[in-house]
């Protein structure tokens, strides 16, 4: 097993002007399990590709534990990759599509076999070890494909966004089972995905990454709670994070009809930072008190009933700039569409961010 770090690595594909991972530092200890995770074209993939040899690196160095892997060809990266697409040959048996790497690096029959059926038997396929890839669902595929990976040990894990071609209920008992085999292995697997709640149910940590450059690395749980910035705070949660742009008055932030307390400290900086009158302050959708004055007043546009919760989607009037709100409400007792919420945000659960710079402000 080893480490993994990223040493200011950057990738500029040829002809490009801006690169597409832009000095990249990251450090991912032995064992861990790492997400990247962004939007599309952010540089999740490349630089997962990157640490594989599938990528030149044009600055900087990537090591595995002490070894530096910058110029290594992939074979001698002693890495697996998982892609999105299973990447099986069709026309070789399940047991031979997860040893085929053994074969080739010239280990006994019987040595193949047994490392075959303990990864199989781990993976629940044992009774699939004779059929064809094109006789299994695509779960069982993608299980095919992580056994391929786990019969090698070897001393990291890459993982390509290998959930997306699989469905919504599939995905979520699947991120279970890789996260738990990944606990039980101990090995240092690097996940890319741009689901952003894959990424909290399943890393240990979570790196956030946005056209190149690395916003945010962080365990879920820091990140929920406190976002560097405004970008990591808009992609971290779901739903997500309200923002709203509002005056600084007297002793904090005007939210509507309400003034919220904002600590000193954060109104100084803003006044600081490009001397903002305003700050955008961040709310999550359970932090909002619904009253029956003050604070913002919302239309209520949709309700999405979920049994225990319910969510509110509603929007401001046009004078106070038609805002769109998303507030968590109690499943028993929600409100009628078209009626109007008087919401206010809680005090100590608010972010305060730089309206100019979208850096975090609040403590």
């Not at 786990?150 to 890459?158: E, G, S």
């Not at 101990?186 to 689901?195: A, F, P, S």
């Not at 409400?329 to 608010?350: C, F, M, Q, W, Y």
Request: with cysteine.
């Amino acid at each position: 097993m080893a480490s993994v770090t990223f040493d200011k690595a950057t990738r500029l594909y040829p002809g490009g002007e801006k690169p597409a991972v832009d000095q990249l530092e990251l450090e991912i200890a032995d064992g861990e399990f790492l997400v990247l995770v962004g939007p599309s074209g952010c540089g999740k993939s490349t630089s997962l590709r990157m640490l594989a040899g599938l990528e030149d690196v044009n600055g900087g160095a990537i090591r595995i534990g002490d070894r530096d892997v910058t110029h290594l060809p992939p074979k001698d990266r002693d890495i697996a990759m998982v892609f999105q697409n299973y990447a099986l040959y069709p026309h070789m048996s399940v047991a031979d599509n997860m040893g085929f790497a053994l074969k080739i690096a010239g280990e006994d029959k019987a040595t193949i076999r047994k490392k075959v059926e303990d990864a199989a038997k781990m993976l629940d396929l044992t009774q699939y070890l004779d059929r064809k890839p094109k006789a299994l669902s695509g779960g069982q595929r993608q299980r095919v494909a992580m056994g391929r990976a786990i019969v090698r040990k070897p001393q990291v894990f890459l993982m390509d966004e290998p959930l997306s071609n699989l469905d919504a209920k599939l995905r979520v008992s699947t991120r279970t089972q890789i996260a738990a085999l990944q606990r039980d292995l101990g090995i240092t697997t690097v996940y890319v995905t741009h689901d952003q709640v894959e990424a909290m149910t399943m890393g240990d940590r979570v790196a956030v990454l946005k056209d190149g450059l690395l916003q945010q690395v962080d365990t879920p749980r820091n990140m929920y709670d406190r976002p560097a910035n405004l970008f990591v705070a808009g992609f971290i949660g779901s739903p997500a994070m309200n923002l709203v742009e509002v005056p600084i008055t007297d002793g904090g932030v005007k939210f509507g009809e309400s003034v919220v307390p904002v600590s000193r400290e954060a109104l100084s900086a803003a006044a600081a930072d490009a001397g903002d009158r305003t700050v955008t302050v961040g709310v999550r959708p359970e932090h909002f008190d619904i009253g029956d004055a003050g604070g913002l007043t919302i239309t209520v546009n949709v309700v999405e009933e979920l049994g225990a919760d319910g969510y509110v989607y509603g929007s401001t009037s046009h004078s106070e700039g038609s805002q769109d709100i998303v507030v968590r409400v109690s499943g028993r007792n929600v409100p009628e569409k078209g009626s109007t919420l008087h919401v206010v945000p809680r005090a100590d659960e608010i972010h305060v961010f730089s309206t100019s710079s979208g850096a975090r402000l609040s403590g």
